[in-house]
């Protein structure tokens, strides 16, 4: 056997060199299906140890370095990379592991990635998949940094990028980078989920090949988040791995990950996932409260926009997810976001808004016992500090409707005088 598409639904599979992101026969989510017995033999740790150490621009990209586990045997000028990956795993301050309430607290930084967010790692994957299939346009409905990623990825590939963003809602720095990298962008009256939809019609009656997070190939991409963590730990499972869902791609992905690991002998445990969903855009942690597997689409409206999906694609997967690891899912208030971004900011880390939803989910998990004091927790910061600009700066001016700006570092404004400056250096 070899790597394979099927349905999560029916259990049809498919080759995996098809155009089609979702299940011809009953519409369902597909799986890259690998065949791990015999990819059992064929992956180590040393392997990919032994890559570390070579300037391959396959073995330097931290999702390719696996490219066994993310999309095997293609001729190696098929895969597109911008080197993504290889992003840091931060051990947090002690006083940003004050704030989230454990002492072993590690975050891994995805906004480190070429364009600033983790969906680099998911396009690395979804624009081979768009090569070889032969597209020429990819087209997405993007919260913005689907559509930078999309947008720089299909440039250096030649392919044209169709970004379609619901009006009002994305944030500026994400905006810039697709109109910067080339993209057709049109904005759609309507929310996130609304313009998801047009997307998946266009899909599937016009030649776009759709770079959704339904699109199995970006999960697979994403996976390297996981599997790259654990390499740099020396692959020792936490006891938590902490994840801000939105649309539920990283979590569907995360959860294929660990099982892929576990089954291949890579890793000798499972760690727990949890969850994070803003309060105003909750649909799975309403599902978890009532241990129901069916999904009831909320209106979303939270100030972290990368999680402002009320619909979210993923659901299916992301349940499983829950099931595989002992799962669990929490929501938190914006208001916990913002406070929680202060402090990652304040640590010379720096995230945006929907990133901190880990570290404001950590704390609310210890608060609640879940999470114990002791645990070794690892958080995932999806997107970096510059994303949304505007999110930093109102909240330290403290001008955010209806939020408190707990940890506001205001701006000094001081006459041209050596003295009123010394006023601000502690003696
Ligand atoms: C896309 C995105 C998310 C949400 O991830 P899902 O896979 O949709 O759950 C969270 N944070 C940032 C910064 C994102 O760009
Ligand atoms: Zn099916």
């Known amino acids: 056997m070899q790597t394979v598409l099927r349905c999560i639904d029916c259990g049809k599979s498919y080759p995996s060199d098809q155009a089609f992101v979702t299940c011809p026969a009953c519409g369902g989510l597909l799986d890259v299906e690998h065949d791990l017995d015999a990819l059992r033999g064929a992956v180590s740790h040393e392997l990919f140890d032994q890559r570390l150490g070579s300037w391959d621009r396959l073995d330097r990209s931290g999702v390719w370095r696996y490219r066994e586990l993310v999309l095997p045997d293609l001729p190696a000028e098929t895969y597109v990379t911008r080197g993504e990956g290889n992003t840091t795993l931060y051990d947090a301050t002690p006083r940003l592991g004050d704030y989230a309430g454990v002492r072993k607290l590690q975050l ?3 906004g480190e990635n070429p364009t600033g967010s983790f969906k680099d790692r998911g396009m690395a994957g979804g624009v081979t998949q768009a090569r070889r299939v032969g597209a020429h346009s990819v087209i997405c ?8 990623s999309m947008a720089s990825y ?5 392919l044209q990028a169709l970004v379609l963003f619901p009006e009002g809602y994305v944030s ?3 905006i810039a980078q697709s109109v910067a990298y080339g993209a057709t962008n049109v904005q759609v009256h309507g929310d996130f989920d609304d313009t998801l939809a047009i997307v998946r019609a266009a899909a599937e009656s016009l030649p776009v090949y759709l770079l959704n997070s339904i699109n199995p190939f970006r999960l697979e991409g994403q996976k390297t988040i996981i599997i790259e963590m654990l390499h740099q730990r020396g692959w020792r499972v936490p006891d938590w791995i902490v994840v801000p869902g939105g649309n539920l791609g990283n979590s569907s992905a995360f959860g294929k990950a660990l099982m892929e690991l576990k089954t291949l002998g890579l890793i000798d445990r499972m760690p727990r996932l949890a969850i994070v969903q803003a309060e105003g855009a909750n649909p799975l942690y309403r599902s978890f409260v009532d241990g129901s597997a069916t999904l009831t689409p909320v209106k979303a409206q939270t100030i972290a926009t990368a999680i402002r999906i009320g619909n979210p694609a993923s659901f299916a997967k992301a349940w499983r997810t829950l099931e595989w690891t002992d799962g669990v899912v929490t929501e938190v208030s914006d208001q916990a976001i913002m406070d929680a971004k202060a402090q990652v900011d304040a640590a010379g ?5 929907a990133s901190a939803a880990s570290v404001a989910g950590v704390r609310r998990l210890v608060d609640e016992g879940v999470i114990a004091p002791g645990d070794e927790v690892v958080g995932i910061l999806t997107g970096h500090v510059l994303k949304d600009p505007d999110a930093v700066l109102k909240y330290h001016s403290k001008a955010l409707d209806g939020l408190t700006s ?7 404004t001081i006459p041209a005088s050596l003295d009123a400056l010394k006023a601000l250096i502690p003696a």
């Open 154 to 158: 299909a440039a250096i590939s030649g």
């Open 172 to 174: 500026l720095g994400k």
């Open 406 to 412: 707990t940890f506001a570092n205001t701006m000094h």
């Open 108 to 110: 891994k930084h995805e």
């Open 349 to 353: 880390i720096g995230c945006e808004p």
């Open 141 to 148: 409905a993007s919260t913005g940094n689907t559509s930078a």
